[in-house]
């Protein structure tokens, strides 16, 4: 779900404009006027940018996550997630349409704190910008820990508090700026570096003496024996947590999907087809990125898989990518930052001071969050479990029942409904098994 994204990329970056500093016009211009000769670069920019919306940082965690439960029950549970994901950033799109039916024009930068507004009131939408804003302390916290254990890692520090406490007040002046369109650059630079990364990833794994190979059978209960990667194992109820958690982060790409469909323009139909090819081609992907690193590292798999590789060239990429990753963290904060900034500071006031004091105390939030939980997993692993099972999972079926309820069948009111309500069971459940985990000595994960 998270890539090092642009600042309108995140969903958080819905709240209240968000994009105010960024131009008039949406990332992704929504324009139906589009002529039959761009209709397919249309179609192909679309694709690609909801694509990029799951190949994010989740996934060096998801080789971790794999560890947890085993490839059999990590491919099943992949599969359930991965599908599930696409079919709720399908119901968005949905809502989108139908929000037509109630009086409103399709605007076109059209957010996803507007359809929550529509749907669930005012109530609803203060309780969805408290989430985001939640989400997106609690994600620059985990970048910042990210960063840490990386650096750490490539220049063999003793500890990564130091780190996290040397880029503080740089990461501070930079929250400062009013005009984040000066750091969209790590957007692009971002991508390609955690594409560098996968690949050097996979091409260590691939050489690791400790290998977990299909010829390796094990002797299981009754007498069955299976191959090694595919054995199966005793899952505790912590372990499926964490993965559920991490798994939910890695594939809700939620935070483009608005913006994916309008920029289709009058091709808005063919939203189905994106969300297919995820389905079909992102999901799987993503599952044999997982499943290969892990059969390479083993047990000896780190929760963030970048730390498993120990070359010089690693070591160059550990660093790139945390250069990229710190800069991306303005972005991350903007919407925190715009919302609480219109809650506290009246809209005809230009308080210089007041807004660095905002911003200044949101970054150090965030700081005190990643020194206080300094475990990326950890922090994946909630982060998806509530703020993201609450984003993905919770709210766009109960949407989509409310702003289509003059429309849909009776029975597709009771099924979104009932998909709704399995969403919350699965938000509460993983979040409390997640913190219960890391609150109980020797749980194991």
């Known amino acids: 779900m998270d890539p090092i994204d ?11 404009h968000a994009c105010s500093n960024a131009p008039e016009e949406p990332l992704l211009t929504g324009d139906a006027s589009v002529n039959e000769e761009d209709q397919q670069p249309a179609f192909s920019s679309a694709l690609c940018n909801q694509l ?5 940082t989740g996934l060096l965690a998801m080789p971790w996550a794999v560890m947890q439960v085993g490839a059999p029950l990590a491919l099943l549970l992949m599969a359930v997630v991965g599908f599930a994901a696409v079919y ?12 037509g039916l109630h009086g409103e024009q399709k605007a076109a930068t059209l957010t996803y704190a507007e359809l929550v507004r529509e749907a669930f009131g005012v109530m609803g939408g203060r309780l969805n910008a408290a989430n985001l804003v939640l989400h997106q302390l609690a994600v620059c916290a985990a970048y910042l820990v990210f960063i840490g254990d990386n650096v750490q890692g490539a220049l063999r520090l003793h500890s990564s508090t130091t780190v996290i406490l040397a880029l503080t007040p740089p990461f501070v002046l930079l929250c400062w700026l009013r005009d984040m369109r000066r750091l969209l650059a790590t957007s692009a630079a971002g991508t390609a570096m955690l594409g560098i990364a996968l690949a050097l990833v996979l091409a260590d794994a691939s050489r690791q003496p400790h290998a977990i ?60 087809e994106i969300s297919l090819t995820i389905a ?13 690193a892990y059969a390479g590292y083993g047990d000896a798999t780190q929760k963030n898989i970048l730390l498993n590789a120990h070359s010089r060239l690693a070591s160059l990429v550990k660093l790139l990518l945390s250069a990229v990753a710190f800069f991306s963290l303005p972005l991350k904060m903007f919407p925190a ?8 500071i009246p809209s005809d006031t230009e308080s210089i001071a007041s807004r660095r004091a905002v911003r200044t105390c949101l970054s150090l939030l965030s700081v005190a969050l990643a020194l206080l939980l300094p475990d990326f997993e950890f922090l994946v692993a909630l982060i998806g479990a509530f703020c993201m099972g609450i984003i993905a999972f919770t709210v766009p079926p109960f949407m989509y029942c409310s702003l289509g309820r003059t429309v849909l069948s009776p029975l597709s009111l009771a099924a979104h409904a009932a998909l709704g309500l399995v969403g919350v069971a699965i938000t509460l459940g993983a979040t409390y098994m997640v913190v219960d985990c890391w609150l109980t000595p020797g749980c194991e994960r």
Not at 6 to 16: L, Q, R, Y
Not at 89 to 99: C, E, G, K, V
Request: hydrophobic share 50%; proline share 5%; glycine share 8%.
């Open 6 to 16: 642009g600042p309108c990329d995140d969903p958080a970056m819905k709240v209240s």
């Open 213 to 272: 190979v299909l010829a390796n059978a094990s002797t299981q209960p009754h007498g069955t024996r299976a191959h090694g990667l595919f054995a199966l194992r005793a899952v505790q109820p912590s372990q499926m947590a964490a993965f559920l958690g991490i798994a939910i982060f890695t594939f809700a790409g939620h935070s483009e999907t608005l913006s994916v469909v309008q920029s289709l323009g009058s091709q808005r139909a063919r939203y189905v």
């Open 337 to 344: 930052n715009q919302l609480i900034e219109s809650l506290f």
């Open 88 to 99: 709720t950033m399908q119901l968005l799109a949905w809502s989108a349409d139908l929000r």
């Open 52 to 56: 990029k919306s799951v190949f994010g």
């Open 280 to 292: 079909l081609v992102g999901v799987p992907l993503i599952a044999a990125f997982s499943l290969a």
